[in-house]
């Protein structure tokens, strides 16, 4: 594939990630578990999946994109768009960290600093779609993000063979999209009875409000330190996936405390640092949460492997890490 300025694009822009087996997480949840190591990914996280083939699908005759995002996101555009030589605009609310700024900078993207959580920023987002022409990249509400979010299914089915299954399969929820995506994974493999445990945390609950309503509802404000989970409005299609009896879609919160410990716990046990967003997903394995739904008879006692996406982040450093541990007092 050739871009406008004659440059050779590959064929995607994600790549194929390792698919570990944890022992220290395995004695923790009493089952094996398997890692989907998302954080290994160009750009930090599962991101790049969905927003590599969005941008391929809707930005080769683009003259830039912009991209509302508490991150990620915006990390993944970002660097999709250096590679495809065009310019790119990340719109951030005033509650992302400094130094992923920096990193988006570092990626060749001009940053706007926008409103207080991702919703205001995507507004703003949306307003230069319009009065710059630009094309815009939305971090989770699109069926071509999950279609590239689904690869992450595909390629744990090529790792593990046609023998074996997973019991369950743990993500965290922003906007829904990476759920979505992995909805969409296991249709295409034909996993739909493998169940899903979709983590958030309190204070970014949106998809959980939305559940406990019984309809999709608007949070009045992100009060969790994980903002890349702060979303007020959880995607429309990754609600009705809740509602329907196609797939089972158990959805849990921790605090930003159990989350905070996953990322701790993990990155003394599996020596890879993750954000809190990504935290949300392990706390379901070290604070017991597996085995509480087991016990609740909500997960089969006898479980097969447990799939861990581990959707990694950008928005950590050691110094952010001792920040959080300030805030959380933990
Ligand atoms: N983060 C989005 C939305 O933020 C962003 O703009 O980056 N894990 C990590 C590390 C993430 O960055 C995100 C999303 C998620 C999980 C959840 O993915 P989603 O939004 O597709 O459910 C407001």
């Keep these: 594939i050739k871009n406008e300025i004659g440059c050779t694009m590959a064929k995607h822009f994600h790549v194929n990630t390792p698919l570990l087996e944890s022992i220290s997480m395995s004695k923790h949840v009493g089952t094996t578990v398997f890692l989907k190591m998302e954080n290994s990914?160009?750009?930090?996280?599962f991101k790049i999946r969905g927003i590599g083939h969005l941008c391929q699908q809707r930005a080769t005759q683009s003259k830039g994109v912009v991209c509302s995002s508490g991150g990620n996101a915006g990390m993944a555009a970002?660097?999709?768009?250096?590679?495809?030589?065009?310019?790119?605009?990340?719109?951030?609310?005033?509650?992302?960290?400094?130094?992923?700024?920096?990193?988006?900078?570092?990626?060749?993207?001009?940053?706007?600093?926008?409103?207080?959580?991702?919703?205001?920023?995507?507004?703003?987002?949306?307003?230069?779609?319009?009065?710059?022409?630009?094309?815009?990249?939305?971090?989770f509400d699109d069926p071509l993000l999950w279609q590239g979010h689904a690869s992450i299914i595909?390629?744990?089915?090529?790792s593990l063979g046609p023998v074996v299954k997973p019991g369950a399969v743990l993500v965290s929820v922003g906007?829904?999209?990476?759920?979505?995506?992995?909805?969409?994974?296991?249709?295409?493999?034909?996993?739909t009875d493998v169940p899903i445990i979709a983590m958030e945390t309190v204070g970014a609950d949106c998809l959980n409000a939305a559940?406990?309503?019984?309809?999709?509802?608007?949070?009045?404000?992100?009060?969790?330190?994980?903002?890349?989970?702060?979303?007020?409005?959880?995607?429309?299609?990754?609600?009705?996936?809740?509602?329907?009896?196609?797939?089972?879609?158990?959805?849990?919160?921790?605090?930003?405390?159990?989350?905070?410990?996953?990322?701790?716990?993990?990155?003394?046990?599996?020596?890879?640092?993750?954000?809190?967003?990504?935290?949300?997903s392990l706390a379901a394995v070290y604070s017991g949460l597996i085995r509480r739904l087991q016990d609740e008879g909500r997960l089969p006692t006898v479980l097969g492997p447990l799939l861990v996406i581990v959707c990694g982040g950008?928005?950590?450093?050691?110094?952010?890490?001792?920040?959080?541990?300030?805030?959380?007092?933990?």
Excluded at 154 to 158: I, K, Q
Aim: net charge negative; glycine share 8%; charged share 20%.
């Design 78 to 139: 970002a660097y999709v768009a250096r590679k495809m030589g065009l310019p790119a605009t990340i719109v951030v609310p005033s509650s992302t960290p400094q130094l992923v700024v920096q990193r988006l900078k570092d990626q060749g993207a001009t940053v706007k600093i926008v409103g207080k959580v991702w919703d205001d920023a995507n507004g703003e987002a949306l307003r230069l779609t319009e009065t710059e022409g630009l094309t815009y990249v939305p971090p």
């Design 314 to 330: 950008s928005s950590i450093d050691m110094k952010q890490l001792a920040n959080l541990k300030h805030k959380l007092q933990t």
């Design 41 to 45: 990914q160009p750009s930090g996280s």
């Design 175 to 191: 906007g829904g999209g990476l759920l979505c995506g992995v909805i969409q994974g296991l249709k295409d493999v034909g996993w």
């Design 211 to 280: 559940v406990k309503a019984g309809r999709v509802v608007t949070l009045d404000d992100i009060t969790s330190e994980a903002k890349c989970l702060g979303a007020k409005t959880v995607c429309k299609k990754a609600f009705e996936c809740t509602q329907s009896s196609e797939l089972t879609i158990i959805s849990e919160l921790v605090t930003d405390q159990q989350a905070l410990h996953a990322v701790e716990t993990f990155l003394d046990e599996e020596r890879v640092l993750v954000e809190l967003a990504c935290g949300a």
């Design 154 to 158: 595909t390629e744990v089915a090529a």
